[in-house]
C-alpha cells in the first residue's frame, strides 16, 4: 500500500508547534484595506492557534 499524500493546501496555511498545537494566520489581511482600521489590520498580522473544534479536522489534512 502506498503512503497517504498530506493535503497540499493544509501544509502551505497550518504549521505544528512544539507542543503540538496548530498555529495558523489570520484571513481578510491580503486586499481591501482602505477600509479596515489600523487596529484591526495590526491584529490581523499575528499568528493564532487553530480552536479546539476545528483541531481534529485540520490533524487529519496534516496526517494524511
Request: charged share 35%; proline share 2%.
Amino acid at each position: 500500500m502506498p503512503k497517504i499524500k498530506t493535503k497540499s493546501g493544509a501544509k502551505k496555511r497550518f504549521k505544528v508547534t512544539g507542543s503540538g498545537k496548530i498555529k495558523r494566520k489570520h484571513a481578510f489581511h491580503s486586499h481591501i484595506l482602505t477600509k479596515k482600521s489600523t487596529k484591526r489590520k495590526r491584529n490581523l498580522v499575528h499568528d493564532t492557534l487553530v480552536s479546539s473544534a476545528d483541531m481534529d479536522r485540520v490533524t487529519l489534512m496534516l496526517v494524511m
